[in-house]
């Protein structure tokens, strides 16, 4: 009993042995019982051999170290350029401010690669610029003349970031051109202000300056380059300065002047009647205004306020605002005892612009 107990303890722990040290111990027994066997024969040299190769093999399978993989490159993050002040500069040369990430500083292989690209081209590389201790790199970059599109990367260990956001900067160094279009240099204006139409570049800054009286106005050009700007007028000659300064900061000016006219807004008055029987007098009579600008046009938005004397009747008014061809009208009916002698109509025509006038007509009332 004690054999089978010792028997069966032994079985038990090599049951459990690993698997390949099982399988080497089995193939062991069978080795021994064909060695036994080839011995006799002469067959032992090559089996020797050949198991030897093959527990080579199956133990070097076994025991072989694994061979690690390729570690993956990460790219450092992209920089970032500051946007200027203004994307338009006169200056040749400016310097680009570029933001680093906190992974790329104090890296002696790092350094800051800095492209342009211009008008209808792909990006170029300008310039490499190493990496301090500084989250800040200055990079002056040298502009032509147009836009200029610049990115920017890091390069660390060999390897590049993507590109930074485009930051675009124009070089305009020509002077802004200005066209007065209206009024014509040197003309007479009947107006206590002049309204200066033109054209220079879009966006510009336009300042106004009449010398005759002090005072200026400003004005910007929109996106068509358009402008428009009134200078108040002093009588007889006004010598304007026009200043333009477009949004790169070049500069220009023209000398214009022009000369207050002294000429006045004219009002006329007419009436459908002007001698009136007063015993057949007709229902009604009509006053008419017309108004004309200092330079003799239709003058629009005047207020006319007529008055009519009538013997034998109180006074009589009304008020009216002439059209787009000058003219107002202004109608009342004669009701009453009416009595022979002389009357009259008048009018006042006020405008904000040119100021009063006015204008009279005599009535005659016959028997």
Not at 214 to 226: F, I, Q, R, Y
Not at 324 to 336: C, E, I, K, N, Q
């Amino acid at each position: 009993m004690q054999r089978v107990r010792q028997h069966r303890g032994i079985d038990a722990r090599r049951s459990r042995l690993p698997l390949p040290t099982r399988l080497l111990l089995a193939l062991s027994v069978v080795a021994l019982g064909g060695a036994v066997f080839l011995t006799a024969t002469g067959g032992i040299g090559p089996l020797v051999a050949t198991l030897g190769s093959g527990f080579g093999n199956a133990l070097g399978k076994l025991t072989a170290t694994a061979i690690p993989s390729p570690s993956v490159i990460v790219a450092t993050n992209s920089p970032i350029i500051g946007q200027p002040e203004s994307a338009y500069t006169s200056q040749a040369q400016v310097d680009l401010r570029v933001t680093v990430p906190s992974d790329a500083l104090g890296a002696t292989d790092a350094k800051v690669r800095v492209y342009v690209a211009l008008s209808g081209l792909t990006p170029a590389p300008i310039d490499d610029v190493a990496i301090g201790s500084s989250i800040t790199v200055n990079v002056p970059v040298d502009l032509t003349k147009g836009r200029n599109d610049f990115t920017a990367t890091i390069i660390k260990s060999g390897v590049e970031s993507e590109a930074s956001p485009v930051v675009t900067i124009f070089l305009d160094q020509d002077a802004p051109k200005i066209t007065v279009k209206s009024p014509k240099n040197g003309s007479t204006v009947n107006d206590p202000v002049v309204t200066i139409v033109g054209a220079t570049e879009p966006k510009a800054t336009i300042i106004g300056l009449n010398a005759a009286n002090g005072t200026s106005v400003n004005t910007n050009s929109g996106v068509d380059g358009k402008f428009s700007l009134i200078l108040s007028l002093a009588p007889g000659t006004n010598a304007i300065h026009l200043d333009a300064t477009d949004l790169a900061g070049n500069t220009s000016a023209v000398d214009l002047s022009y000369v207050q006219g002294s000429g006045q807004m004219t009002a006329n008055l007419t009436a459908s009647l002007y001698r009136i029987s007063v015993s057949h007098h007709p229902s009604s009579l009509q006053l008419t205004v017309t108004v004309t600008d200092p330079t003799g046009a239709p003058l629009a938005g005047a207020s006319a306020f007529f008055t009519i004397q009538i013997p034998g009747l109180g006074p009589i008014s009304g008020s009216k605002v002439t059209g787009t061809d000058g003219r107002a009208s202004f109608t009342t009916p004669l009701v009453g005892k009416i009595a022979v002698g002389a009357g009259a109509a008048t009018v006042l025509v006020t405008h904000p612009v040119f100021g009063q006038t006015t204008d009279r007509v005599a009535l005659t009332f016959v028997a």
